[in-house]
C-alpha cells in the first residue's frame, strides 16, 4: 500500500531517523497504511467436539482391526480437540472417552506405564461411572505387568467394588466378571520379584550437577567469571585450570518454544518429548509432556493460547521467542521496571543484568535486556520486517489477557494506551534483533540403531539462556552444548587455561567450514571478524588435517617442539621447543601417547560403528583426549577424531530417542 501510494521512501527515512525501539514501534503503529493491514482481529484455534467425535471414531476403526498405533494416533489427536469438562456443556465426556480409548492402546502396546497415565487422566476427567471398571481392570492388569503387586491388587479391588455397585450390569454378568477378577486378584498374590523399572518415557540420563555454583551466577560453575574485554564484549572466562569433561554450565533457558514440527511431538514448556501427549485446556496446536509442566505453562502459554497459529505466520525467524519472552515478563513488570532497564546501560559492563545483589540470574528479565542485538549496525532493510512483525505481534497481544481491561475513555487515556503498546512492541523488537545473536537451539539426538551413521541431530526448539549467551565464539570451541529436556549443560571439550576465555561454536566449525565461509557467516549473522587459532593461521578443513603427529607442545611455552621421522625416533631422548629453545624429553612423550592408543582407538569404534557408549568408553576417551590436547601440537586428526567421539558419548547421555531401553516401543509406534 505505502508503495503504491508513493509514500514507502518516505516511510523508510522516518523509520531510519528514529533513535530507539520506541520510536520504532510509534512510527508503524502511527502509519495508517501499516496497520490497516495488520489483523484487529487474529483468528483463533479452539477446541472441537466434531472433530474430537470424528478422530476418536478413526481411532476406534483402527483399534477394532488391531491397528493400534495408528488408533494411537488418532486418539492423541482426538485428546487435543475434545473440549476440556469445563467448557464441553454438550455432557459427552469426549475427553476422558478419548483418553479412555488411549489407555487401551498403549496398553495393547505393552506401553503399561503410558496406559497407567491415560487411566489416571481418563478419571480426572471425569470418565462416565458405568464403564469404570474396564478403566479399573485395564490399570490392575498394567500393574500385574510392571509387577506392581500391592496397585494391582487394589486396582483389581476396587475395580470389583465399582462393579457391585454398578446397578447397570445385569446379575449374572456381574458374577462372571466378579470370578474373573477374583482370579487376577489371586495371580497378583503369588507374584514374585521385583517392580519392573519403568523407562519407557526417558529420553536422557539424569541431569549431570555442579560440584559447586558461582555466587554470581547461579547456574554456572564457581571456577567461571565474566569479563569485558574490547572488541569481543564480555565473555567467560575460567578462573582455574579446567579439564577436558569438566560440567560447566547446567542452565534452564528464561523461555523456549518448541519449532512447529515438533509442537505436537514435544511439551511446550520443557520441550521434552512427550510419551503420553497432554493437551492444553484451550487450545488444539500444543501438547505438554505432563500435567505439572501444563500447569507450570499456565501463565506463559496464556498470552499464545489460541493464537499459535496467528504468531508462526510472523515470518522473522524466532519472533514466536521474542512474543513468548515478553509475555512471560508480563505487562505490570515491563511497566514497573521500565526506568530500571533502561539505566541498566549505566552500570560497569560486566555487571549488566545483574540483580541488586550483583546476582546474573537466568530467571531474570533484566540478564536478556542487554544482550547484544547490534541495533547501530542494522540498515533500515533490515529494521523495517522487523519493526512491522513486533507490531503484529503486540497486535497479537493485545487480543489476550496480557494488557489490562481498557475502557474506552477521553483522547488522553487513548494516547497513554498507544504509548503502553508501542513500549510493549519495542521490547518485542529489542528481542526480534537480539535473538538471531544470542538464541540457542534445543536439540535431540535422533538415533537409528540400524544405520548409526544415519542418526543425526535434530532442532526441536530455541531457547533464550542468558548465561550461555555470554559465551563468545571461536571456530576451534573449548566447550560443548548438549540439551536435557530444554535445560542446557555445557562441558568442557578442551582443556582451559586459568585466565582463558571459555569459547563456544556459532555454527562456523573450522574442520567443516573454510575460513572464508565462517568469517561471511560470522560476520552477516554476528557483526564480528573471528580471530581464533583456526582463523589466524588458517587451518585446514577436516580431509587435510595431518594424521602423523609431527609436533608436541612445549610445556614451558606451548610453542612447536618437532617429533623426530621414525629413522631417528629411537636414538632421539629429546628435542628443542622451536620458539623458547627449551628441551622436552620427547620419549617419554611418545610412550605416554602410544600407551593409550590401543584403548582410544577401541572406544573409537565402538562409538562410531556401534553406537556403544557404556562402560569405560567415555572415561578412555576423555583420558585420551585430556592427554592429546595437553601434548600434541594441533591440528592433527586424532585430536578431532576423539573429540567428536567425546561429543557423541554426551549427545547420547542428553536428549536422544529412541534411546537403548525404549527402541522397541518406540519401533512399534
Ligand atoms: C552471544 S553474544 C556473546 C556475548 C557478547 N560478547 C556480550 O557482550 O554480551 C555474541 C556477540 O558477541 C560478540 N562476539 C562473539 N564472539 C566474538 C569473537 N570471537 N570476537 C569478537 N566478538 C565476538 C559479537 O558481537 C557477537 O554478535
Known sequence: MLKRNGKWEDFLTKLGDCHDDYERLQV???????ISHLPSQVEKRCKNLEQAESLRAKGNECFKSAKYAKAL?????????????SQDDSGSNMLALCFGNRSAAFFHLKQFQCSLTDIDNAIQAGFPAGSLHKLLDRKGKCCLFLKRKQAAIEAFEEAKQVLVADPNIQDKGRQDLIRLTDQFINKCKSLQGASVENSDTEIHEPLPTLLKRSSQMPCAADFLEIKDEAGRG????????IKVGEVLIVEKPYTSIVLSDHHLSHCHHCCSRCFVPQPCAGCVDVVFCSSQCRQAAQDSHAAECQLMDAIHTADVRLGHLAYKMVAKAGYAYLMEQRNVLENLGQVEASMLGCDENGVYDSQNYATMYHLVGHCDKRTVEDMWPRTINAAFMVKCLQQTSFFPQWTEGDQQAAEKRFQDVCYIGSHILRHLMMLPCNAHEVSEMGVNWQEPSQSKTLEIGSAIYPVLSLINHSCDPSVVRHSYDDVCVVRAIRGIAEGEELCDNYGALYPVMDRAARQAHLLKQYYFTCSCQACVNNWPMYMEIPKEVMEFYCD??????????????????????????QRQNIRSLILKVGKLEQGFQDALFKVIFEMDVEGDTLPKLVQFLRVVDKHLHRPVSCHNDCQEAVKMCYAFKANAFPRKNNRSGAQQR
Open 28 to 34: 508503524v503503529l502511527g502509519t495508517e497504511e501499516v
Open 73 to 85: 494416533d488418532y486418539y492423541s489427536q482426538a485428546v487435543r480437540y475434545a473440549p476440556h469438562p
Open 234 to 241: 564480555r565473555g567467560l572466562y575460567a578462573s582455574r585450570d
Open 556 to 581: 614451558k611455552c606451548r610453542g612447536p617442539v618437532p617429533v623426530p621421522g621414525i629413522q631417528q625416533a629411537s636414538k632421539t631422548e629429546s628435542m628443542a621447543c622451536r620458539d623458547c629453545g
